[in-house]
């Protein structure tokens, strides 16, 4: 339970600000067990006063009053703000990072603090429906490892991983993922309004085909190479297209997206 819990939030951007909603709205915490950091006053005012919880500019004092700290700042500015919270960190605290990257040795070296919960949410998280992958500093004790497991399942499934090398990997598959999904949702929109359909209804019937494509995945247990053959009737309109989409080399394309983020994630993390 994160019952008399600090949670500490340093740099609340999309992914930082994903977590305090979540935390919030599954009533895990009060906001008066979070304070968020971050440096735009303009910032810190609208977090306020969006979630009634407590701001600061200064993170060295969020990390001293969290007994959980999140770490949502960008990977490029560790190096400036990891050493801030140098010597900030109760032996009893927990760092949850949720940086593309960035290892979870190189956090400790920069902060002087080994118990950390490495994680990479996706966007959805932002309605408690991403999907976080997460792994333990070696030695992390199963209080610590509860804790992370409640803070990531308030925004949505949560998979540990023993292996950290699975992060760079999920960054690429499930962290990026969600950008895959909206930019072919967004050729299709425009393929139906290309075809004469007000983007209006366009957009309506792409979002509930995919919808309704993933429920019926998730539900039916099939293979979705069995689900795609159903749709493909001999001799019909599907067969046609995705005769296109071979040709176009979908698959292939999609593999070279995931593998340049993957190549990413390793050099964010200095390899
Ligand atoms: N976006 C995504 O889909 C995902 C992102 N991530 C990871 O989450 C992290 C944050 O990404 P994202 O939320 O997209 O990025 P954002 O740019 O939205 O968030 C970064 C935040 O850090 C703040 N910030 C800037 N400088 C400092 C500082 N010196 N001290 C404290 N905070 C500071 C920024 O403030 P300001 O607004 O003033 O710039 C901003 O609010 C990254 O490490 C990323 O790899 C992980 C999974 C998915
Ligand atoms: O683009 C990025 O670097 C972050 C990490 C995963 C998704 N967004």
Redesign the pocket.
Same mark, same amino acid.
């Given at each position: 339970m994160l019952t008399n819990l600090n949670i500490a939030i340093? +740099?609340?951007?999309?992914?930082?600000?994903?977590v305090i909603g979540g935390l919030l709205q599954a009533e895990l915490v009060q906001p008066s067990q979070v304070l968020a950091?971050?440096?735009?006053p303009e910032?810190r005012r609208e977090l306020s006063q969006r979630w009634g919880i407590a701001t600061t500019g200064d993170?060295r004092e969020a990390a001293t009053w969290g007994n959980v700290v999140i770490? +949502?700042?960008?990977?490029q500015?560790t190096e400036?703000?990891l050493p801030q919270l140098n010597g900030a960190f109760q032996s009893d605290d927990l760092i949850v990072?949720?940086?593309?990257?960035?290892k979870m040795r190189q956090i400790a070296e920069a902060t002087g603090h080994s118990a950390i919960a490495r994680s990479?949410?996706?966007?959805p998280?932002q309605i408690a429906e991403g999907i976080t992958v997460w792994t333990a500093s070696k030695g992390l004790d199963q209080a610590r490892r509860g804790w992370a497991k409640i803070v990531l399942s308030a925004i949505g499934a949560e998979v540990e991983v023993e292996d950290e090398k699975f992060m760079d990997m999920a960054?690429a598959l499930s962290?990026?993922g969600?950008?895959y999904v909206f930019m072919v949702m967004e050729a299709l929109i425009d393929a139906g309004v290309h075809m004469g359909f007000p983007r209006r209804i366009a957009a309506q019937l792409v979002e509930q085909t995919v919808i309704g494509a993933v429920r019926y995945s998730a539900q039916s247990g099939k293979h979705v190479a069995e689900l795609r053959n159903m749709v493909t009737s001999p001799g019909g309109t599907t067969a046609a297209a995705l005769y296109e989409l071979e040709k176009g080399r979908l698959r292939t394309v999609l593999a070279d997206g995931v593998w340049a983020a993957y190549r990413r994630a390793r050099e964010?993390g200095g390899e």
């Open positions: 340093i +740099g609340t951007g999309t992914m930082g600000e994903a950091a971050t440096p735009r910032r993170n770490l +949502g700042i960008k990977p500015m400036q703000v990072s949720v940086l593309a990257g960035v990479m949410p996706n966007t998280a960054t962290g990026t969600p950008a964010l």
